[in-house]
């Protein structure tokens, strides 16, 4: 489908949509059934809805309906609260945008209006610094040149400036003439892809006579760009409104669901299970005594014939009283807490990255628990592990190796030598470095050269070569001119065949006016240059040896090659090309395949290389996290050659891709007992091959290997292989800076992005945003391995003290005729879970078990978290087991001390309740590893609230519990009663820690210990690390099922000291692609992470 848009021509304009932005959820008028319906469309919250309406039938209900209406509302009314709030802002966002005022071209005479009745067709005019309002195509700009700068930050993140130029058609056009002009654009309906604008222009007579001139992406002005380092720009609306390229990108995240989110709606469903069972049989037993024995008491007064529903009401009544047993307040208890645990990390002065200004961001603060659950990292290269800054190192001309003596061609004397005296075979390579590129020639107010370049690759070439004596000096139009020695060289541009990530190369096509030669310059990865080298008697060999050279060196290889063409072929071909770029429906296929049918018979020039070093902290921060039990994988789109323990897997054909990848397979299954590692590398032809293929078998290898280096792959191809890994169950992380990480970060379950030279496009599509890659080793094993114990606890916790409210009642009930009737009252009901055992444990975010310092030097204990060791069935169960416990002591100790007493219901149930507030209060303190000021107040100020609460509700007569604690505060049978609660609930519990600490010791213990006894905790060897984890096997064997997850038990640094380390190799050197660190993991400190079986 498409569009025909009118310019300047107002009939047209009611065809679409005005400029009015909207990105509000809710209307005044819909937003309270609208957002109710959305939150009851959670199961949690329809369960609590059905159990506060059958509350309202007296009949069944224990309590007072306020009980669970009160917490119900209260939660809903946060929840909507929030979402009114953030819409309310989203409002006054869009109200400002669409109320700014911009100038629009009507009747020839330029007027100011307001955004939001812009329409299709009309002509907009920018000034500098503008921000654009609407989707233009660009038609005039006050460069001679046709150019103009756009910021597209707010777009795509990238902050670098991009060149915008104008439609061949529209060169030369007055901005007089510019007010006049008639015309149609023939572009596609609207869409997300701000890669892309095939459309076509026809401007009418007396303009241009009606030909077709081909649009790109390049000849537009995409909404909330800004322009800049340009007076002015005139462009013609296409897109309006939510139908321009970011409104049709704007939408709502998919959530994520976290491991831990994951666990407590498994356990959710088993305690409602175990609820319906405690709810039929008691039912049952219920009916059973009214039948048989309460007919018989006169005070039970139950009618001799009862309706038809009567069978229904003691199960229904026992639903009620056991409906406590899932926490009501437990999401939005997880909320809160996930909220400052994102906080925390924007306020993390340690992750603030000084060189750039930024802090880390948290965009999405619901899954900071699974930041200490990762097992796979995914890690682009360029940008992420490395600074993303080229600098041009070493060539090859000719055969002839530059650079290799001292490291740096530009100061090579035989360079300088060729070039002095005009060897041909340099200077092809110098024009090609200089002329086939995107860069634009700026000149500073001092008279100095600039260069504006899309990408770090294409600014080191042009400076390099500006260096060696080749200038870009100006681009006008199509015509160029580069000063070479003193001598100005013009070139006329007469095609550009783009880069793209499948064709990875990209070609131009000029014209050199000295000699009036059509001449085609390439330049590409060298799968993309050297298959398409057929010149008679050229060998390639030394080129193919440049490349794997440079590559063994961690360099950047691009080829150069150089065809003089047949005027007749050029003329053939670019009515072909035309044709091609001038339609709308695959129109990048059909350019490719036409593009194909030039780019052939090239000669080759040389092979240029271009250091892009690694960030400070790299190396140690993937040992670091390797230590910790994670598996990395780095994918990237160079070519690498690593060295090391490796295996390659490569191949042309589904033959040959098979035969290596079972000989790969077959090596790792033997070799994964020893101690050792060895780690695969796969290019993106043959994973091609093997996503399409041999997909279960590759899964098998992937689970096999900790570490592989896939290279030259696609952003699809990298998305691919998260989604293959998280098809395994494993946690993974993906981490790149640029647009073409995108889809890795939003497939993986945690996206990191950084803010870095290519942008802020993969930081906005993030989870989390970092300024460098260091970082990722604090985000990881402090703020993710604390968050995960912290809402580890904070769940089991809630489910802890709503089970043992729910027992005592049960309880009660076996002693109350199984009748379904509540010990406490509605207002202790409403007070115990909104205040009483809510606001101590929501401090957990405070809680540390150990010291920042401790974490970092030990990261073996992270394993803890990625096993799941402090939340699954078996912990739960030891919370499970604790509630019933203790509400066996409450109730059966707080009866015992009143049965011989004349005592009023009222007082047995606030005794009762006393002694849950007692237990928790302790049971909160002694699961507390480390205390602060604002914990000692919320657990102690919150305990002596309760009594300063319940003193005054006994002074009003009419809540039912008039002088009760008055009372009790005169009994010594009460404060008896609660030592013994105490003595008896928390004495077994007490002691079973006491022996696991001092007998049974875990490595969190034992740091612990050195801890507070001051020692230094850094000096723990990694070997007694390892005697702690091995028991780690046996323990978690028994808490999950098997799992057919096989995983290599040896934990060997990323990073070797090796210098004898050669590509291919089997022997005991380690995986060497990064640079070495100061120190290593010793070859003995192995263990065994590999223990989780889920």
Not at 181 to 188: D, L, Q, T, W, Y
Not at 352 to 379: C, M, R
Not at 962 to 976: A, D, G, K, N
Request: with cysteine; glycine share 6%; charged share 20%.
């Amino acid at each position: 489908m498409k569009r025909f848009v009118y310019i300047n021509d107002d009939s047209f304009q009611d065809s679409f949509c005005d400029n009015r932005i909207s990105n509000r959820k809710y209307t005044i008028l819909n937003f309270l059934p609208k957002n109710l319906l959305e939150q009851f469309s959670r199961f949690m919250n329809q369960y609590f809805l059905l159990i506060a309406c059958l509350q309202l039938w007296p009949l069944i209900t224990p309590v007072n309906p306020a009980s669970t209406w009160g917490p119900l509302i209260f939660i809903f009314s946060v929840s909507s609260s929030k979402e009114a709030w953030d819409d309310y802002n989203r409002y006054l966002s869009d109200k400002k945008a669409n109320e700014k005022k911009v100038w629009v071209v009507k009747e020839g005479i330029r007027n100011q209006i307001e955004a939001q009745d812009i329409h299709v067709g009309k002509i907009v005019w920018l000034r500098e610094n503008d921000e654009v309002p609407c989707d233009l195509v660009l038609i005039g700009t006050s460069d001679p040149q046709g150019i103009c700068f756009v910021e597209t930050a707010a777009l795509d993140g990238e902050t670098d400036l991009k060149t915008r130029v104008i439609p061949s058609a529209c060169v030369g056009l007055a901005s007089e003439q510019l007010h006049k002009i008639k015309g149609v654009i023939e572009c596609p309906n609207p869409d997300n892809d701000i890669r892309r604008f095939d459309s076509n222009m026809r401007l009418f007579p007396p303009f241009l006579d009606n030909d077709i001139c081909p649009l790109t992406i390049n000849n537009t002005l995409l909404q909330s760009c800004y322009l800049r380092n340009t007076d002015w720009a005139c462009g013609v609306a296409v897109y309006t409104g939510n139908e321009t390229k970011l409104g049709m990108s704007r939408g709502i995240a998919e959530p994520k669901l976290t491991a831990v989110d994951a666990m407590i709606d498994k356990l959710t469903g088993a305690i409602f299970l175990f609820q319906l069972v405690v709810v039929v049989v008691l039912g049952f037993a219920g009916n059973i005594w009214k039948d048989t024995e309460a007919r018989k008491q006169w005070y039970v007064m139950y009618p001799i014939e009862g309706p038809w529903y009567e069978l229904l009401v003691i199960p229904l009544r026992f639903e009620l009283l056991c409906s406590i047993m899932i926490p009501i307040s437990i999401k939005v208890s997880l909320d809160l807490v996930k909220t400052i645990y994102a906080k925390f990390i924007e306020w993390d002065e340690e992750m603030f990255d000084q060189d750039t200004n930024t802090p880390a961001h948290a965009a999405n603060t619901a899954i900071s628990e699974d930041l200490g659950q990762v097992e796979y990292i995914l890690t682009d290269k360029t940008g992420t592990l490395t600074e993303n800054s080229m600098v041009f190192r070493r060539c090859c001309i000719s055969g002839i190796f530059y650079g290799n003596e001292n490291g740096d061609a530009l100061k090579d004397a035989a360079l300088l030598n060729a070039i002095s005296n005009n060897v041909p075979d340099v200077i092809r390579f110098l024009t090609v470095m200089t002329i086939c590129n995107t860069v634009i020639p700026v000149k500073s107010i001092g008279g100095a050269m600039m260069y504006k370049a899309l990408s770090q690759d294409e600014y080191a070439l042009v400076n390099a070569a500006s260096q060696l004596h080749m200038v870009l000096i100006s681009k006008s139009g199509n015509f160029l001119q580069v000063n070479f020695r003193g001598v100005a060289l013009q070139y006329e541009i007469l095609d550009i065949l783009e880069f793209t990530s499948d064709r990875k190369r990209m070609s131009v096509v000029v014209k050199d006016c000295q000699t009036e030669k059509i001449i085609l310059l390439s330049k590409g990865a060298d799968e993309a240059i050297l298959p398409h080298a057929s010149v008679a008697g050229q060998q390639l060999r030394p080129f193919i040896d440049a490349v794997e050279q440079y590559a063994l060196l961690g360099l950047r290889t691009l080829c150069f090659g150089w065809r003089e063409l047949d005027e007749g072929e050029y003329i053939e071909w670019s009515r072909m090309f035309k044709e091609a770029n001038s339609t709308l429906t695959d129109r990048e296929w059909k350019l490719a395949e036409v593009c194909q049918k030039l780019e052939h018979h090239i000669e080759i020039l040389g092979v240029a290389a271009i250091e892009d070093r690694l960030q400070d902290g790299v190396p140690e921060t993937i040992e670091t996290l390797r230590k910790s039990g994670i598996n990395f994988w780095m994918l990237t789109g160079d070519k690498q050659k690593p060295r090391g323990q490796l295996l390659f897997l490569n191949g042309r054909t589904e033959d040959e891709v098979f035969r290596s990848l079972e000989m790969v397979l077959r090596t790792m299954k033997i070799t994964s007992s020893e101690p050792k590692e060895i780690a695969f590398v796969v290019d993106g032809v043959a994973l091609e091959i093997i996503l399409k293929q041999f997909k279960v078998s590759f899964t098998e290898l992937a689970t096999l290997s900790r570490t592989a280096i896939c290279c030259r792959v696609t952003p699809s191809q990298k998305a691919q292989l998260v989604e293959l890994l998280k098809s395994c169950d494993y946690r993974t992380l993906a981490i790149g800076d640029g647009g073409n990480d995108v889809r890795m970060i939003q497939q993986a379950d945690i996206g990191v992005g950084i803010s870095g030279r290519e942008g802020l496009q993969a930081a906005r599509a993030a989870d989390y945003s970092i300024g460098k890659f260091r970082f990722l080793k604090r985000l990881i094993l402090v703020h993710g391995r604390y968050s995960y114990n912290r809402t580890a606890f904070l769940s089991q916790y809630s489910f802890y003290k709503s089970l043992l409210l729910c027992f005592i009642q049960i309880l009660f009930s076996l002693f109350s005729g199984v009748s379904g009737s509540s010990l406490f009252n509605s207002v202790s009901l409403m007070a115990y879970n909104v205040f009483y055992t809510s606001i101590p444990v929501l401090t957990c975010f405070l809680d540390k078990d150990l010291s920042e310092k401790t974490v970092m030097q030990n990261p073996q204990i992270l394993a803890y978290c990625q096993a799941g060791r402090i939340l699954n069935p078996t912990t739960f169960a030891g919370w499970f087991g604790r509630s019933a416990y203790h509400a066996l002591v409450v109730f059966l100790v707080t009866m015992h001390a009143y049965a011989g007493e004349k005592s009023e219901i009222e007082e047995v149930s606030m005794v009762a309740l006393s002694g849950c507030i007692w237990l928790q209060a302790l049971v909160v303190t002694l699961e507390m590893n480390s205390f602060t000021i604002l914990q000692h107040i919320a657990i102690w100020g919150n305990f002596l609230a309760f009594y300063v609460i319940n003193s005054i509700v006994s002074t009003i007569p009419r809540l039912g519990m008039y002088t009760i604690m008055f009372r009790l505060f005169r009994q010594s049978s009460y404060w008896v009663t609660m030592i013994l609660i105490l003595a008896i609930g928390m004495g077994p519990v007490l002691a079973i820690k006491y022996f696991r600490y001092t007998y049974k010791p875990n490595i969190i213990n034992i740091l612990q210990h050195q801890e507070r006894s001051g020692g230094p905790v850094y000096a723990m060897g990694i070997g007694n690390l390892e005697s702690q984890l091995r028991p780690m096997d046996s323990d978690l064997s028994s808490l999950s099922v098997t799992q057919s997850k096989s995983r290599n038990t040896v934990h060997e640094p990323l990073l070797s000291d090796s210098p004898t380390a050669t590509r291919r190799s089997v022997g005991p050197s380690t995986f060497e692609f990064f640079p070495s660190a100061q120190s290593r993991l010793s070859s003995t400190s192995t263990y065994n992470r590999n223990f989780k079986n889920n």
